[in-house]
């Protein structure tokens, strides 16, 4: 294994995180054609439930154990960060023990929390049965997240993203495989195939598990493992406090996250149920909102976080030093490689959002309208991402709790009466619950960045100049697609329409942005021209080599 610079370790986690979101978007169609409607809603409603336990049992402790790392590391106290891995997988197993217990003994009461008086679609025995299968893998995701955590402290980056794509290969077999046997084969209900489905959480999680095992026994010598060192003076109780100080900032921020969703999934069912829409129109606008726009939000939102697991360590190594222009560097590198390539990609996918969804799902209305506007919260989340990675980097933790508490519970409380407010403007209603969680995310980063400039004078001129500098090549995708949007037939009916549409209009556009953008030296303002050499050398096999031109 080699260690992985901040550029390369954000390329190489990056590349990994958007083949895995890629492969979580296109999974969805026959699982989608599978379970229908009503399984899509069950599938959401369980993986909402997952997720927030997920991150009690282990959403802080990969990224604290990766930051503490990095922290003996560079201070060359390699026995206590020995010692730090083996306390954190400890506390892990207890928090995974303790998380599936409550998720599958108390899983009908989450049920009735979730369905309420919803009447005419799935029942509370359907819901609590699929939030018990996929609570199996709390048992073993948080473990292998630990694991990951300690080979990203010392920046090895490659093995953790490897990990990653086989855990989705596997999950995503399982998930369409095991669907499609129970319900069409052996005419099985929707709610044991959508469950079967779920278990693929369970094994893609051993999976990785066994490679990430593997990868850390052959190179115990490289990760100080092979004992016989001697003992640091840190004691266990110093490092127990550290591994919960750091951990319980990302804690609360990934479970806040959570907790947004199954409080905003629940909102919108009462506040629909309310306005007199279907049980059937409530859970498809619901689970869109929640589950099925969102895996098509993941190829833009993922590049925040292949980011954030090159980034913290990075960070954290400039904070050990004190060389804060060195970390006022990399926040602004970041937002403007975020902002850079997110803000092309969510218009394009937002011109093409009746076209896109119907390539994923089955012609919906709803599903068009939530996508065209609920795309540009993957900026959004984005840029909370990388903020709020930077801050705990800094261990900034007040800010931290202020930022994100501010901006969720904002967005919680505007939900509603912007529902409501959208409905009396004749508007979808669920717009405003759309629009909720973007005002939501902009108070998080107003926070974020107003604290940094003020307390440690960071400035973020030059990200404001390159993204006004953007608008140009950005402008002119836009009317590129616009106008092949009117030149160019398709039949929304058909998904191989569908494809070679969207394809066609999303390479010219691209084309169109990159060239430009390139002509104006944008992209060598952020990445540099050397890194860009390299990617076109590798990407082109060596046929292209714009070093030489």
């Given at each position: 294994m080699k260690k992985n610079s901040f550029l390369e370790g954000s390329f190489i986690a990056t590349a990994s995180i958007v083949f895995v979101k890629i492969l979580g978007m296109l999974y969805v169609i026959p699982?989608?054609?599978?379970?229908?409607?009503?399984?899509?809603?069950?599938?959401?409603y369980a993986y909402t439930i997952y997720n927030i336990f997920l991150d009690v049992a282990s959403a802080g402790l990969p990224i604290a154990i990766s930051k503490l790392i990095n922290e003996y590391n560079t201070l060359g106290k390699k026995e206590a960060k020995v010692r730090a891995y083996k306390i954190g997988t400890r506390i892990v197993g207890?928090?995974?023990?303790v998380c599936f217990c409550i998720v599958f003994f108390f899983a009908k009461y989450i049920a009735i929390a979730i369905l309420g008086d919803l009447q005419g679609g799935n029942t509370i025995g359907d819901v609590t049965l699929v939030i018990r299968c996929v609570s199996f893998a709390i048992l073993v995701i948080p473990y292998l997240s630990v694991s990951k955590g300690y080979l990203q402290g010392h920046q090895y980056i490659e093995p953790p993203s490897v990990s990653?794509?086989?855990?989705?290969?596997v999950r995503v077999a399982v998930l369409i495989g095991g669907s499609f046997i129970a319900i069409k084969i052996f005419n099985l209900q929707v709610s044991i195939g959508v469950g079967i489905a779920l278990f693929g959480a369970l094994a893609g999680g051993i999976v990785a598990c066994l490679y990430i095992k593997r990868k850390i026994n052959h190179n115990k010598k490289a990760l100080d493992l092979e004992g016989n060192l001697a003992r640091d003076d840190v004691p266990n109780k110093e490092i127990i406090k550290k591994i919960f100080g750091y951990a319980i900032p990302f804690i609360i921020i990934d479970t806040a996250?959570?907790?947004?969703?199954?409080?905003?999934m629940i909102l919108i069912i009462r506040t629909l149920n309310y306005l007199g829409y279907s049980a059937t129109n409530v859970e498809m606008i619901t689970s869109s909102i929640v589950t099925y726009a969102p895996k098509i939000n993941m190829i833009i939102s993922s590049l925040a976080t292949g980011m954030s697991v090159s980034l913290i360590p990075t960070i954290v190594s400039s904070f050990v030093k004190k060389d804060w222009q060195d970390v006022n560097a990399k926040l602004n590198k970041a937002l403007q490689i975020i902002l850079i390539i997110s803000l092309p990609m969510a218009v394009g996918i937002s011109l093409l959002a009746k076209p896109v969804?119907?390539?994923?799902?089955?012609?919906?209305n709803f599903g068009f309208t939530i996508l065209s506007l609920s795309i540009f919260t993957a900026i959004l989340t984005n840029a909370f991402v990388i903020t709020s990675?930077?801050?705990?980097g800094l261990n900034k933790f007040k800010t931290v709790y202020l930022s994100t508490?501010?901006?969720?519970a904002t967005n919680a409380i505007l939900d509603?009466?912007?529902?409501?407010?959208?409905?009396?403007?004749?508007?979808?209603?669920?717009?405003?619950?759309i629009v909720a969680t973007m005002i939501g995310y902009l108070l998080t980063i107003f926070i974020t960045l107003f604290t940094l400039n003020r307390q440690e004078k960071f400035n973020y001129k030059q990200t404001l100049k390159l993204i006004t500098k953007s608008l140009i090549p950005l402008l002119a995708m836009i009317g590129v697609v616009v106008i092949l949007k009117l030149i160019i037939p398709f039949t929304i009916a058909s998904k191989v329409s569908c494809v070679i549409y969207v394809a066609i209009i999303a390479i010219i556009g691209a084309c169109v942005y990159l060239f430009i953008a390139y002509k104006m030296h944008i992209l060598q303002d952020i990445f540099g021209q050397d890194f860009i050499n390299k990617l076109i050398k590798k990407l082109t096999l060596g046929r292209v080599n714009l070093s030489k031109n």
């Amino acid at each position: 294994m080699k260690k992985n610079s901040f550029l390369e370790g954000s390329f190489i986690a990056t590349a990994s995180i958007v083949f895995v979101k890629i492969l979580g978007m296109l999974y969805v169609i026959p699982f989608y054609a599978t379970v229908g409607v009503k399984g899509a809603s069950l599938y959401a409603y369980a993986y909402t439930i997952y997720n927030i336990f997920l991150d009690v049992a282990s959403a802080g402790l990969p990224i604290a154990i990766s930051k503490l790392i990095n922290e003996y590391n560079t201070l060359g106290k390699k026995e206590a960060k020995v010692r730090a891995y083996k306390i954190g997988t400890r506390i892990v197993g207890v928090l995974s023990l303790v998380c599936f217990c409550i998720v599958f003994f108390f899983a009908k009461y989450i049920a009735i929390a979730i369905l309420g008086d919803l009447q005419g679609g799935n029942t509370i025995g359907d819901v609590t049965l699929v939030i018990r299968c996929v609570s199996f893998a709390i048992l073993v995701i948080p473990y292998l997240s630990v694991s990951k955590g300690y080979l990203q402290g010392h920046q090895y980056i490659e093995p953790p993203s490897v990990s990653q794509v086989l855990e989705q290969l596997v999950r995503v077999a399982v998930l369409i495989g095991g669907s499609f046997i129970a319900i069409k084969i052996f005419n099985l209900q929707v709610s044991i195939g959508v469950g079967i489905a779920l278990f693929g959480a369970l094994a893609g999680g051993i999976v990785a598990c066994l490679y990430i095992k593997r990868k850390i026994n052959h190179n115990k010598k490289a990760l100080d493992l092979e004992g016989n060192l001697a003992r640091d003076d840190v004691p266990n109780k110093e490092i127990i406090k550290k591994i919960f100080g750091y951990a319980i900032p990302f804690i609360i921020i990934d479970t806040a996250v959570s907790i947004y969703h199954f409080i905003d999934m629940i909102l919108i069912i009462r506040t629909l149920n309310y306005l007199g829409y279907s049980a059937t129109n409530v859970e498809m606008i619901t689970s869109s909102i929640v589950t099925y726009a969102p895996k098509i939000n993941m190829i833009i939102s993922s590049l925040a976080t292949g980011m954030s697991v090159s980034l913290i360590p990075t960070i954290v190594s400039s904070f050990v030093k004190k060389d804060w222009q060195d970390v006022n560097a990399k926040l602004n590198k970041a937002l403007q490689i975020i902002l850079i390539i997110s803000l092309p990609m969510a218009v394009g996918i937002s011109l093409l959002a009746k076209p896109v969804w119907a390539l994923f799902y089955n012609v919906n209305n709803f599903g068009f309208t939530i996508l065209s506007l609920s795309i540009f919260t993957a900026i959004l989340t984005n840029a909370f991402v990388i903020t709020s990675s930077v801050l705990q980097g800094l261990n900034k933790f007040k800010t931290v709790y202020l930022s994100t508490i501010s901006g969720f519970a904002t967005n919680a409380i505007l939900d509603v009466p912007l529902m409501l407010l959208f409905h009396h403007l004749k508007l979808p209603p669920y717009y405003g619950a759309i629009v909720a969680t973007m005002i939501g995310y902009l108070l998080t980063i107003f926070i974020t960045l107003f604290t940094l400039n003020r307390q440690e004078k960071f400035n973020y001129k030059q990200t404001l100049k390159l993204i006004t500098k953007s608008l140009i090549p950005l402008l002119a995708m836009i009317g590129v697609v616009v106008i092949l949007k009117l030149i160019i037939p398709f039949t929304i009916a058909s998904k191989v329409s569908c494809v070679i549409y969207v394809a066609i209009i999303a390479i010219i556009g691209a084309c169109v942005y990159l060239f430009i953008a390139y002509k104006m030296h944008i992209l060598q303002d952020i990445f540099g021209q050397d890194f860009i050499n390299k990617l076109i050398k590798k990407l082109t096999l060596g046929r292209v080599n714009l070093s030489k031109n």
